[in-house]
Antibody
């Protein structure tokens, strides 16, 4: 079974840091692009960052550029999101998602259960 | 960046109803359009990709159509387990963007 399990969320003060992890299983992790997608409380979905199979290409949403760093460890089937200089508006449930490419179209499938990040003093 | 606009933002419907949700892109995205279902407290689940291809295991009452800028998700006969929020997402060019969501509630 393909599975993604996030961890590392919690309560952090504005300006603080947090590192999220996503453990992948049930598929060849090193063969897929991976992403982080977040959802603020009661709001919609927002893509945050994506990383290529070997880490050679990385993309971020403008609002997190310079503050967040996505990375991966293919030997450990793990995806990470280092979050620095956190702001209140970063408060959200952070999902790890595999980017599946087929039939000419990429999509997020599957998703983890999410880990909650709360930025508050 | 491409903007995705969903309508309506919410709707009330009864079991057995036919439900249609619309998603419009700010520019042509061919068929690079996916639909997701999210139930309360759960992660999103892929329903349809490439505008009209049903993801494996998704009931056939769900269907998608459209190309270019206008897309539709249809539930032919709404079931109790279909009450959820639905999101469209374009994958035409980075960054990938989502529509604002359509919440389907019980009437």
């Amino acid at each position: 079974e393909v599975q993604l399990v996030e961890s590392g969320g919690g309560l952090v003060q504005p300006g603080g840091s947090l590192r999220l992890s996503c453990a992948a299983s049930g598929f060849t992790f090193s063969s897929y692009w991976m992403s982080w997608v977040r959802q603020a409380p009661g709001k919609g979905l927002e893509w945050v960052a994506s990383i290529k199979q070997d880490g050679s290409e990385i993309y971020y949403v403008d609002s997190v550029k310079g503050r967040f760093t996505i990375s991966r460890d293919n030997a450990k089937n793990s995806l990470f999101l280092q979050m620095n200089s956190l702001r209140a508006e970063d408060t959200a449930l952070y999902y790890c998602a595999r980017i599946y490419y087929g039939s000419g179209v990429s999509r997020f499938d599957p998703w983890g259960q999410g880990t909650l990040v709360t930025v508050s003093s | 960046d491409i903007q995705m606009t969903q309508s309506p933002s919410s709707l009330s419907a009864s079991v057995g109803d036919r439900v249609t949700i619309t998603c419009r892109a700010s520019q042509s995205i061919s068929n690079y359009l996916n639909w997701y279902q999210q139930k309360p407290g759960k992660a999103p689940k892929l329903l349809i990709y490439a505008a009209s291809t049903l993801q494996s295991g998704v009931p056939s009452r769900f269907s998608g159509s459209g190309s270019g800028t206008d897309f539709t998700l249809t539930i032919s006969s709404l079931q109790p387990e279909d009450f959820a929020t639905y999101y469209c997402q374009e994958s035409y060019s980075p960054p990938p963007t989502f529509g604002g969501g359509t919440k389907v509630e019980i009437k």
